[in-house]
Nanobody
Framework: QVQLVEYGGGLVQPGGSLRLSCAASGFMFSTYAMNWYRQAPGKERELVAG????????NYADSVKGRFTISRDNVKKTVYLQMNSLKPEDTAVYYCNVRILSQPYWGQGTQVTVSS
């Protein structure tokens, strides 16, 4: 009964910002690392950012480093992705992810479109 629900996507102009949220339920949220992935048309899903259970470490794809920030609130059971200085190549469906006992769980995805 793991559930991940993303929201916050939309259409934004180049250079703009968006904050994505992922509300988690059905598992002990604070026990697990959380991740954001994205998938552009015709491409494989790629890891964008990850955060450890206590937020002591984060990791980012080189393409978003310095522009995106992942964070989490273990009380609200929510993981966030703050996206700044957005570029057209950031256009993709963004997915929240958790891996529990080797099984990946995904949200429904939220569309981010960066276009002028």
């Amino acid at each position: 009964q793991v559930q991940l629900v993303e929201y916050g996507g939309g259409l934004v102009q180049p250079g703009g910002s968006l904050r994505l949220s992922c509300a988690a339920s059905g598992f002990m949220f604070s026990t697990y690392a959380m991740n954001w992935y994205r998938q552009a048309p015709g491409k494989e899903r790629e890891l964008v950012a990850g955060i450890t259970r206590t937020s002591d470490n984060t990791n980012y794809a080189d393409s978003v480093k310095g522009r995106f920030t992942i964070s989490r609130d273990n009380v609200k059971k929510t993981v966030y992705l703050q996206m700044n200085s957005l570029k057209p190549e950031d256009t993709a469906v963004y997915y929240c992810n958790v891996r529990i006992l080797s099984q990946p769980y995904w949200g429904q995805g939220t569309q981010v479109t960066v276009s002028s």
